[in-house]
């Protein structure tokens, strides 16, 4: 890598820190008053209860941690160690009251926030694999974290909707987002819609990822 790539990369890595960490403590101040009976109470996503998100995000983080740590080591880690086993936790997990639920999530985001800052340049040039065996670099990790937790945030349907998201973070999702909507179409079929072009940009990203039905928009896949 360059002298130049790799200012390149360490700004962009840091603009992805900064951003993440600002949507780990907003997400955290909207669970200040977080009660028990909110956390049995449905999210915005189908089957998942606020606990099983807050739950999965917690997981999420700690499955974070594994691959940096694999990739410190220079080995390829799984984020997961088993679909059942994933799924299992956050079942589990879910039940727990509002107290137990936010300090592990706490935890989970400063144990995750404290393997970035000790990650050597050797961790963020690896790989490591997801639940389905894919391989992620760990290059885009701190942005797959940053997607999390800015679009699980309004899944829980708590004050924070999706026009709340980062401005920052939509814009850089948004160019993802509509290559892969670009990249399922066929060829010659690849602009976006014009009534989803009229949408606002948060709104428009809300579409992409499954979040919002539009009117007259076929509903895009949920990430």
């Not at 936790?89 to 400063?110: H, K, N, P």
């Not at 026009?163 to 976006?192: A, C, F, H, N």
């Not at 009534?195 to 928009?217: C, D, F, H, N, T």
């Amino acid at each position: 890598m360059s002298e130049s790539d790799q200012r390149k990369f360490a700004n962009t890595l840091n603009e992805h820190v900064s951003g993440c960490a600002a949507a780990h403590q907003r997400l955290l101040s909207s669970l200040e008053n977080l009660t028990d009976e909110q956390c049995r109470e449905d999210s915005l996503l189908p089957n998942w209860s606020r606990g099983h998100v807050l739950t999965h995000l917690a997981r999420n983080a700690d499955s974070h941690v594994n691959l940096l740590q694999a990739a410190v080591r220079g080995e390829v880690g799984e984020q997961y160690a088993s679909a059942e086993k994933r799924n299992g936790d956050i079942e589990s997990g879910s039940t727990r009251s509002a107290e137990e639920l936010v300090m592990d999530l706490r935890l989970s985001i400063y144990g995750l926030e404290a393997a970035w800052a000790s990650a050597n340049e050797k961790a963020w040039q690896g790989q490591g694999r997801n639940l389905s065996g894919r391989v992620i670099e760990m290059s885009s990790l701190v942005f797959l974290r940053w997607r999390e937790v800015e679009i699980h945030h309004a899944d829980l349907n708590l004050g924070f909707g999706y026009d709340d998201l980062t401005p920052l973070y939509v814009r850089l999702e948004l160019d993802q987002q509509i290559m892969l909507w670009r990249s399922r179409k066929p060829m010659g079929m690849t602009e976006i819609p014009e009534i989803a072009k009229k949408l606002s940009p948060s709104q428009r990203l809300a579409w992409l990822m499954g979040r919002v039905e539009v009117e007259g928009l076929a509903k895009p896949e949920p990430f």
